[in-house]
């Protein structure tokens, strides 16, 4: 189906151009949310009209993303999962559950798809998930996912001794010693001369005594 934008519609188009959809896309989507109208005549003769108040709406909405990014970014988010000894989980941590957990957190709702989190999460720990809320919009929250019947602000200062730990440790093998190494250098250049005036000396006596015979 032809279509003319009304909106911007991410991944797209942009309000105001026309473009061949695919019927489901348009007839189940495009059109009910009032993102796009059918092509028409009349709709046509509309285009500039609604590029003008797509390009209005666009900046509009990219205000408010930037205020979200702002509201969102640093946000710290806990969920909680059935799971093994091994700190493996029953399951799996999705973007959905994501976008849940932040509602109930924040209470701001955000779309799975804006979550952009590549694999499903299937250990507890802390992890750094990014939200794309526009264009060029981003913001990273933390999200915690702990065992039930664990506590997890006990688990996240777990993590951050060990990690604490692990920057504080010396690089490297603690048993070498440079001073040992230049020490024996010097050592080998002290002795290697001194014996071969021993042996020049021992050449010498030996050289007397055949004179004197």
Do not use: C, W
């Not at 990219?62 to 091994?86: C, F, H, P, V, W």
């Not at 664990?150 to 001794?161: Q, S, Y």
């Amino acid at each position: 189906m032809r279509v003319v934008f009304i909106e911007d519609v991410e991944g797209v188009a942009l309000g105001g151009e026309i473009k061949e959809v695919k019927n489901g896309f348009a007839r189940n989507y495009l059109i009910p949310k009032n993102l796009a109208a059918p092509a028409t005549h009349n709709n046509l003769q509309r285009i500039h009209k609604l590029t003008k108040d797509a390009a209005i709406s666009r900046t509009y909405r990219l205000d408010e993303m930037k205020n979200l990014a702002e509201t969102l970014d640093g946000t710290e988010i806990r969920i909680e999962m059935r799971a093994g000894s091994n700190n493996r989980l029953y399951g799996s941590v999705t973007g959905t559950m994501v976008a849940d957990a932040l509602v109930e957190e924040t209470g701001i709702g955000i779309e799975r798809r804006l979550v952009r989190l590549d694999d499903p999460i299937r250990e507890v720990g802390t992890y750094e998930v990014p939200l794309r809320l526009y264009t060029d919009v981003n913001a990273l929250i933390k999200v915690t996912v702990y065992a039930t019947g664990t506590d997890p602000f006990e688990m996240v200062a777990e993590e951050n001794e060990e990690s604490n730990e692990e920057k504080l440790s010396p690089e490297g093998d603690s048993g070498s010693n440079p001073e040992d190494t230049s020490n024996s250098d010097i050592v080998e250049e002290v002795s290697a001369p001194s014996a071969n005036h021993v042996e020049s000396d021992s050449t010498e006596a030996e050289s007397g005594e055949d004179s004197q015979e």
